[in-house]
């Protein structure tokens, strides 16, 4: 934004004005203030970030599932180590070398018992394809057994290599931890 500004000198009556001393003077400023420059700054990036997020709404939410699930195989991960160094590197019975869901549904592997509480607080469920905890968590409670079904499987190789993974991963991503115990 440019801005002129004129300065008038006031000179006692019949006095001329000299080279030095003139009747009016210019002064040119040119540039933004600050809060100008914070306040454009700010509109572009908020219509960059809201033209972005209506473009791919589903990726930016996919994406965030994922960063879930990687955290979740970690923290499934991080607990059979401790598990297996806690008790001289035996895992959880029922791991197999096929991939099995983990959850206490038939046909999967129940790690809620070997974990909670003193591994983790609780088993953690996939974002998006998960199940519900039946009862505030896998464990339940006295009168009723908790019921979970994680949406994660683990299989342990011929090698001993446990991995975990998370099948139901969005945006071809592969998310998997493994381990070789």
Known sequence: MYVWHVYTVRRP???LPTMKQSSTSLSWQSGFTVLELIVTL??????IVVSL????????SASRRNAAR???VSHLMQALRRYAADNNGNL?????SKATQIGDAPNMLDLCKAFVPTYMKDVPLDPDNGGQYAIND????ATSPGKYVTGYTIQRSADGTVTIAAPSA??????SVSYKL
């Open 53 to 60: 997020w209506i473009a791919h709404p589903k990726d930016v």
């Open 42 to 47: 700010f509109l572009c990036s908020l219509l």
């Open 13 to 15: 009556c019949g006095t």
């Open 70 to 72: 990687w955290t979740d």
């Open 92 to 96: 959880p019975g029922g791991l197999t």
């Open 170 to 175: 969005e945006n071809k991503a592969h998310i």
């Open 138 to 141: 896998c464990r339940g409670t």
